[in-house]
Nanobody
Framework: QVQLVESGGGLVQPGGSLRLSCVAS????????MSWYRQAPGKERELVAT????????NYADSVKGRFSISRDNAKNTLYLYMNSLKPEDTAVYYC????????WGQGTQVTVSS
């Protein structure tokens, strides 16, 4: 049974930083491209960042490019999202999942950017 557990969210002031983590179990993590998604209140879930399974190639939504960085540690089955220069519009629940064959969604981690 696949389980995705996100953590690291919180309340941060505009311009601040956070690091999110996602620990995956029940899958051979290293085989899959993984992504971070987010869902703001009243909006659809959107793709934020993706990292490939093997060569570490990354891709970002235009709204976070240059501010967010995705990485992974296959030995720890863990996906990371480093978020810098946070803006109020980054406020959302953040989730991780398989990029091309999403599994059951985890509970997500809340990020709130506010002064």
């Amino acid at each position: 049974q696949v389980q995705l557990v996100e953590s690291g969210g919180g309340l941060v002031q505009p311009g601040g930083s956070l690091r999110l983590s996602c620990v995956a179990s029940g899958i051979i993590f290293s085989r899959y491209a993984m992504s971070w998604y987010r869902q703001a209140p009243g909006k659809e879930r959107e793709l934020v960042a993706t990292i490939t399974a093997t060569d570490g190639g990354t891709n970002y939504a235009d709204s976070v490019k240059g501010r967010f960085s995705i990485s992974r540690d296959n030995a720890k089955n863990t996906l990371y999202l480093y978020m810098n220069s946070l803006k109020p519009e980054d406020t959302a629940v953040y989730y991780c999942n398989d990029r091309w064959a999403p599994r059951a969604w985890g509970q997500g981690t809340q990020v709130t950017v506010s002064s």
